[in-house]
């Protein structure tokens, strides 16, 4: 038992390490966040590989108002403006292969992000 938990440890500390590093939004932003648990980002902040923009297609991430953000180990980490959303995590999850960590963004921030990265994506 010990020997499974052992294993995910290493890259678990690293998506803690890699959420807390992110810089987080205003308080007013924040109760949503609060509401379920899960940090919110402010997007714009950051730049996303190429890598992990792949491995959502832009018509899912426009569905269900998400992007990819980053990945850590069997994890990929994804902004969504409605962290409550559990249809949309198990999609992801189906469409990814991946486990899905949640953080929270603003919808305005999450089509900014889908605009600046699938641009040109699918026929665009």
């Known amino acids: 038992m010990g020997g499974n938990n052992d294993g995910k440890m290493p890259w678990m500390s690293r ?3 890699w959420m807390s ?13 609060a509401q ?3 940090p919110e980002i402010n997007l714009g902040e950051f730049e996303i ?12 991430v426009e569905q269900h108002s998400c992007v990819p ?21 198990d999609d ?4 990814t292969g991946c486990n899905i960590e949640v953080v929270s963004a603003s919808e305005e ?4 992000a889908i ?10």
């Open 15 to 17: 998506l803690r390490t």
């Open 21 to 33: 590093s992110l810089r987080y939004v205003p308080e007013s932003r924040r109760s949503l966040s």
């Open 36 to 38: 379920y648990g899960v």
């Open 49 to 60: 590989d190429d890598e992990v923009i792949a491995l959502i297609p832009k018509e899912v």
């Open 69 to 89: 953000i980053n990945r850590a180990g069997a994890s990929l980490i994804v902004a969504m403006s409605d962290p409550s959303d559990l249809y949309a995590i």
């Open 92 to 95: 992801l999850k189906f469409v």
């Open 109 to 112: 921030a999450i089509r900014e």
């Open 115 to 124: 605009h600046r990265y699938y641009r040109g994506k699918d026929g665009e």
